[in-house]
């Protein structure tokens, strides 16, 4: 799967990562978007003179009332707007949210405003830990179309492409790469989002002891999988990362065998197909392991099927999967 090149999250977008905002394209300016955004800003605008005609007229009833000389009109004034700019800007993460409807979402609106109040913390103090420096880039027009649309802003100037990515992962699941980082530190991630996610990887990768556990994890089942489908010996207590250079080393070394090659490229990712839960679900099969899987492939291939070719049905695969082990089929 490729990632962004400047946070290097996946996935990427086709014109634009959803998670910094990079645009892949120029083309995907959005015109009529930027209409609207203008629309929108004068509306605010207008709310912004409607409250302080409001406050003058409040303010001129109470020195009248109390006899005070208008020139002292001045000064009041002047505090009010200085208390009330500090105001704004320490309850902008605030004014930024409102309820989308949507109970998941809005279950971690508050946890979302302590997160962008203690990254506003981080910056000011210049010492960014859970964040990259891109966050505090101006949001871009697809992210708050995106957002527009969830209804989770209310459209302030000040959202960043950070705040808006965090927006728009409330509402998307984690990547499966982020589910292993966290169910490999025991995170719990049932009901999880993206954005929640994002924020307990980096709290974990921030500690150098995690850094290293993580770097000298076990090799995956996959990985060992390919050891045994080139007849490999797989060596004993073999990590994650000494897994993933043998794998490729053997690639490169052994560009002669293409066939063998393609035919495990698409053992894998016909295997990935069957392990995604919505895969699953549309098939109404429960998870399948690797030696059923295996056992499976094995039969087909004597019978006759190719794995050589990317178009390898799954359908057979399926059928001979529930062939073996018939309770894997949901009733």
């Not at 086709?14 to 004068?42: A, H, M, P, T």
């Not at 209310?154 to 966290?182: C, F, H, N, Q, Y």
């Not at 990362?241 to 063998?260: F, G, P, V, W």
């Not at 429960?286 to 050589?308: C, D, N």
Request: glycine share 4%; charged share 35%.
């Amino acid at each position: 799967m490729k990632k962004c090149p400047r946070c290097g999250l996946p996935p990427e977008g086709e014109l634009e990562c959803r998670y910094c905002g990079l645009v892949f394209s120029e083309d995907i300016k959005n015109q009529n978007f930027q209409k609207k955004l203008k629309k929108l800003n004068w509306f605010q605008w207008r709310q912004q003179i409607l409250k302080w005609f409001i406050i003058l007229i409040i303010v001129f009833t109470v020195f009248a009332y109390l006899g005070l000389p208008f020139w002292l009109m001045v000064p009041v004034i002047i505090v009010i707007l200085y208390f009330s700019s500090q105001a704004k800007n320490g309850n902008d993460v605030t004014n930024q949210l409102k309820s989308s409807g949507n109970k998941p979402i809005d279950k971690e609106l508050d946890w979302l405003k302590e997160r962008w109040e203690r990254v506003e913390r981080e910056k000011e103090l210049g010492d960014l830990k859970t964040v990259d420096q891109w966050y505090f880039d101006e949001a871009t027009e697809r992210q708050l179309a995106r957002i527009k649309k969830n209804g989770t802003y209310i459209g302030s100037t000040k959202l960043t492409k950070g705040k808006a990515s965090d927006l728009i992962g409330l509402s998307e699941k984690p990547e499966e790469g982020s589910e292993e980082i966290l169910k490999f530190f025991r995170v719990p991630t049932k009901g999880i989002s993206e954005t929640r996610a994002r924020e307990e990887i980096a709290k974990i990768f921030s500690d150098p002891e995690k850094v290293k556990a993580w770097k000298a994890r076990p090799a995956t089942q996959m990985q060992k999988e390919f050891f045994r489908f080139f007849n490999q010996e797989i060596p004993r207590d073999i990590t994650y990362e000494t897994a993933s250079r043998y794998i490729n080393d053997y690639h490169m070394e052994h560009e002669e065998e293409e066939d063998k090659l393609d035919e495990w490229d698409n053992y894998e990712c016909i295997y990935d197909d069957i392990d995604d839960p919505d895969f699953r679900k549309d098939w109404r099969i429960k998870k399948v392991s690797l030696p059923i899987y295996r056992q499976a492939i094995e039969m087909l291939k004597s019978e006759g099927m190719s794995l050589s070719e990317p178009s390898t049905d799954h359908d057979r695969v399926i059928e001979k999967i529930v062939e073996i082990k018939p309770d894997i089929q949901k009733k």
